[in-house]
């Protein structure tokens, strides 16, 4: 048995913490078989407990996006943490890394740091509801948004309806503020409108979705929703948690050319420390407390270490934009190798790509949304995860997860990645 110290360490965790993991879908759950425990990892890759090398594409979920253990990133938390690692007060710090990711993203003036991109969200929620004195808001079916009530709501059997909560512990009351519509369906979000004038706080959107598979938008989507925003004065809201920092130094933003109104980030901007932070314009950003009545805040919020981790990285990526070209061309050539690896197989299936993320459906149509991302394969999509596992490659354990390539990859992680990836899909 190749994963016997995992497993065994999957037993010991599972009589002490729920399910054995600290966040549900490491415990492969929808792929079947016991979760691999990783010991360490460096650049492109990861080392497991039982002494096994694995050709990482999950890259943390998404921060690790220089690859594992970065030395700048290493050292500048090292250094901070000599110093003592909480204060509970203001450090030069924080206002070091606000400036450069002003700088970085498109249309903010000021930012306010968190440990999540849960509480981001969350919060940017709050801030848009005490801005606009409006209760609802509108969320795309299949867009995460983190784990805070108002977003574990998921579509009934009509196409535009109210939410029912999607886990016990969410009130009806809650559920009721939340509306729902498909991704890249605008005429959804037009009735929406339509159906409650004057009470929608605003719309939040991945503008690239990365957590149903990477989706894109649509053609004149994203700006058809900040028409309708600014028609009917609600606020459009970007979770840029996966995509900021990453698909480009000012993400969609930048990307696509569309302005939102308030934006949200996590992941690439702790640098692989537990850091979010919402964004917006002045105007909105001084309803927040101390400066506004919004409240907002956190014992650990602005942590030096995790600004340390942020702030390396964001240099980095602000100093050396080619990293998103490398990433995009690297990942471009795994798009046509798997591509053809599969096609030559004969099993159905569909990519999507945008930057450094990618996603392989096993569905005949165009993924575009969640109804068409949930018409995949599992079964399909287990047999590839076990096999790429198998073979020392490991992706996400769950079909509705993009891969998320990092920089630290060479051409021959790609070509090996590929190989096997052609090896696999002759047993599908
Ligand atoms: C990961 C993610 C979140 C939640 O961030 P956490 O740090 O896991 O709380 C929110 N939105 C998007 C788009 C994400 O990918």
Redesign the pocket.
Known sequence: MIYKRSSELFVAAQKVIPGGVNSPVRAFKSVGGDPIFVKEAKGAYLYDEDGRKLIDYIAS?GPMILGHAHKPVVDAVVQKAQKGTSFGMPTEIETKIAELAISMVPGIDKIRFVN???EA?MSAIRLARGFSGREKIIKFAGC???HSDSFLIQAGSGAVTFGSPNSPGVTTGTAKDTLLADYNNIDQVKALFAANPGEIAAIII?PVA??MGCILPAEGFLQGLRELCDENGALLIF?E??TGFRLAKGGVQELMDVQADIVTF??VIGGGLPV?AFAARAEIMSHLAPEGPVYQAGTLSGNPLAMAAGLAMLTELNENPAVFTSLKDKTEYLHKGIEQALTESGVIFTINRLGSMISVHFAKDAVVDFKTAAAGDNDTFKKFFHGLLAEGIYIAPSAYESWFLNDALSYQDLDDTIAAVAKVSKTL
């Open positions: 979920w999540s991109g849960t969200c995460y948004h983190g991945e990365g957590n979770d948690v996966m996590g992941k979010g």
